[in-house]
């Protein structure tokens, strides 16, 4: 069984939390602002923006970090 978190590690893991929901919602965001900008063309750039992201991700996995 997993040991109970302290109330550091259980602060540590809200505050990770809270930022990747904010960085899903400012991605949203993006993607709206996009649309409404440049119209379709921007998920594209935004599907290959996550793409490399994405592989960037992986990398650095595969790396060890």
């Known amino acids: ?4 978190l ?3 590690e259980a602060q540590a ?3 990770t939390a ?5 960085f899903a ?3 949203v965001v ?3 602002v ?5 119209g379709l063309p921007a998920l594209g750039i935004l ?10 991700m992986l990398g650095a996995y595969a790396a060890g970090f």
Do not use: D, H, K, Q
């Not at 809270?18 to 904010?22: Q, R, V």
């Open 13 to 15: 893991e809200a505050r």
């Open 34 to 38: 996009g649309v409404l900008i440049w």
């Open 47 to 56: 599907g290959l923006a996550a793409t490399l992201l994405m592989f960037l």
């Open 6 to 8: 302290t109330p550091a």
């Open 25 to 27: 919602l400012l991605v």
């Open 18 to 22: 809270t930022a990747l929901y904010i």
């Open 1 to 4: 069984m997993s040991e109970p």
């Open 30 to 32: 993006l993607a709206v």
